[in-house]
């Protein structure tokens, strides 16, 4: 089955203790990209890439860090975790860039104290 | 730069019409639409290509006015599995980071 996948769906953890989300996808695509959503902020773009080992920051970069070794994942790292990036969390892939449709992960809910 | 979507929630009774609209103040290359339902990832309903043409499915079906760098979502009668937030999506260029709109909560009623 085609399919996005996050890892963990759900974590509480505490200011300054370093996490990775992990990504997965199993379609081949070339494009990944994390969002993270707010209330009524909508889903804000974190990181994305266009292709392995090419990375390139989005809307709210600061706090996060994102590879691409592989084509198939894509983690998110958040080096000192604040409650600010308190927050729900999405996967996304393509086949391509804009031009493809976005698949999601089922998304990861991340709470700071 | 985010687009701007309006209005940011709608009511509607099952059968009735609505239009979503997503504005940019930068020339577009491409406009998605998602539907996400509460507590579920978005799903994507369709794309629009600069210089391409209207677009739709089942009830759904959206146009983009590069001239206006707007797009607009209609939904024709309405149902109730229609209820949930439509984000738009857009890219300046192809390649460069893509941005949702704030969204719109739609709610069909019986």
């Known amino acids: 089955e085609a399919q996005v996948t996050q890892n963990p769906r759900y974590l509480i953890t505490v200011t300054g203790k370093k996490l990775t989300v992990t990504c997965s996808q199993n379609?081949?695509?070339?494009?990944m990209s994390w969002y993270r959503q707010d209330p009524g902020l909508g889903l804000r773009q974190i990181y994305y890439s266009m292709n392995v080992e090419v990375t390139d920051k989005g809307d709210v970069p600061e706090g996060y860090k994102v590879s691409r070794k592989e084509k198939r994942n894509f983690p998110l790292i958040l080096e000192s975790p604040s409650p600010n990036q308190t927050s729900l969390y999405f996967c996304?892939?393509?086949?391509?860039?804009?031009?493809?449709?976005?698949?999601f992960g089922e998304g990861s809910r991340l709470t700071v104290l | 730069q985010q687009p701007v979507q309006s209005p940011q929630a709608v009511i509607l009774r099952e059968g009735e019409d609505a239009v979503i609209n997503c504005s940019s103040s930068k020339a577009l290359y491409s406009v998605h639409w998602y539907r996400q339902k509460h507590g579920e990832a978005p799903v994507f309903l369709m794309i629009?290509?600069?210089?391409?043409e209207q677009k739709g499915h089942d009830k759904i079906s959206a146009s983009f006015n590069e001239k206006k760098q707007q797009s607009s979502l209609y939904l024709t009668a309405s149902q109730l599995s229609y209820s949930g937030t439509y984000f738009c999506?857009?890219?300046?260029?192809?390649?460069?980071?893509?941005?949702f709109g704030p969204g719109t909560r739609l709610s069909v009623l019986p």
């Open positions: 996304a892939s393509s086949l391509t860039g804009g031009t493809g449709e976005l698949f």
């Open positions: 999506g857009t890219e300046q260029n192809y390649g460069q980071n893509f941005v």
């Open positions: 379609m081949n695509h070339e494009y």
């Open positions: 629009l290509l600069k210089g391409g």
